[in-house]
């Protein structure tokens, strides 16, 4: 198997109890890290038409739940290649559509989308530039990208130390009771470490054609923030 299918085969394995260990995990932060990150890009967008937006790396679509608080779209979209993600998300959200497939490859038509999100997962995504182009196109001028992310961050104060010994020694665990795949959380940390930076990212999004309007740290630089424009 190769890497990319490896890694959505992880997501199979775990999508049951993912909802329960991701708020367990994060302390329930994560709500505050997406509410935040939809008004942002709402604001940066401007406009109150708003026709398609869309969730990349959906998984259990709780994105698209934080996006129609914030705005009224015609249509809330989530994409995944999981398939068992997308039963979670299409049993807890049955007033969402879902589609499977991936970020490298969207089966949408250029300049089709107002929003496009990604939280926590573009880390996943083996051939991520190829991801970025194909958000490039499928978003209309002026449409807005919205990337969550825990970037690779140097390891030199004792909070970020704290931090480390959080993910890689106490994450797992509890990871690995809820889920009962201690392997899929080991991964968690292990794939920030082979991440990019938030440097990095920024210049793969202009290099993609984005112009970044907002790059924010959260929560002691843990979840970083990036809001790009087309
Ligand atoms: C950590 S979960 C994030 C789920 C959701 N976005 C959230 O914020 O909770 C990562 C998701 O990325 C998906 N994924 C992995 N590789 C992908 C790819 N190449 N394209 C799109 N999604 C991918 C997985 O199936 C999984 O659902």
């Given at each position: 198997?190769?890497?990319?299918?490896?890694?959505?085969?992880?997501?199979?394995?775990?999508?049951?109890?993912?909802?329960?260990?991701?708020?367990?995990?994060?302390?329930?932060?994560?709500?505050?890290?997406?509410?935040?990150?939809?008004?942002?890009?709402?604001?940066?967008?401007?406009?109150?038409?708003?026709?398609?937006?869309?969730?990349v790396?959906?998984?259990?679509?709780?994105?698209?739940?934080?996006?129609?608080?914030?705005?009224?779209?015609?249509?809330?979209?989530?994409?995944?290649?999981?398939?068992?993600?997308?039963?979670?998300?299409?049993?807890?959200?049955?007033?969402?559509?879902?589609?499977?497939?991936?970020a490298q490859n969207l089966?949408?038509?250029s300049?089709?989308?107002?929003?496009l999100?990604i939280?926590?997962?573009i880390r996943?995504v083996v051939d991520r530039m190829d991801a970025l182009k194909e958000f490039h196109r499928v978003l209309?001028k002026?449409g807005v990208l919205v990337i969550?992310e825990?970037t690779k961050?140097?390891?030199?104060?004792?909070?970020?130390?704290?931090?480390?010994?959080?993910?890689?020694?106490?994450?797992?665990?509890?990871?690995?009771?809820?889920?009962?795949?201690?392997?899929?959380?080991?991964?968690?940390?292990?794939?920030?470490?082979?991440f990019l930076t938030t440097e990095q990212l920024v210049k793969e999004l202009r290099q993609s054609g984005f112009e970044i309007e907002e790059v924010?740290?959260?929560?002691?630089?843990?979840?970083t923030?990036f809001i790009a424009k087309k």
């Amino acid at each position: 198997m190769d890497r990319q299918k490896k890694i959505v085969s992880m997501f199979d394995d775990i999508a049951k109890s993912y909802d329960l260990a991701n708020r367990v995990l994060s302390f329930g932060s994560d709500i505050v890290w997406r509410k935040r990150a939809c008004k942002k890009a709402a604001e940066c967008y401007g406009k109150k038409d708003v026709e398609r937006v869309v969730d990349v790396a959906c998984g259990t679509g709780d994105m698209l739940q934080f996006w129609q608080k914030e705005l009224s779209a015609k249509e809330y979209l989530g994409v995944d290649p999981s398939k068992k993600m997308l039963e979670v998300a299409k049993e807890k959200l049955p007033q969402f559509k879902f589609i499977e497939g991936y970020a490298q490859n969207l089966p949408l038509k250029s300049q089709s989308a107002d929003f496009l999100s990604i939280t926590y997962g573009i880390r996943n995504v083996v051939d991520r530039m190829d991801a970025l182009k194909e958000f490039h196109r499928v978003l209309k001028k002026g449409g807005v990208l919205v990337i969550l992310e825990f970037t690779k961050r140097e390891k030199s104060t004792p909070l970020d130390k704290a931090v480390e010994f959080y993910m890689k020694r106490v994450l797992p665990k509890i990871g690995g009771f809820l889920s009962g795949n201690k392997e899929a959380y080991e991964y968690l940390p292990n794939s920030i470490d082979g991440f990019l930076t938030t440097e990095q990212l920024v210049k793969e999004l202009r290099q993609s054609g984005f112009e970044i309007e907002e790059v924010k740290s959260y929560s002691f630089g843990i979840s970083t923030m990036f809001i790009a424009k087309k």
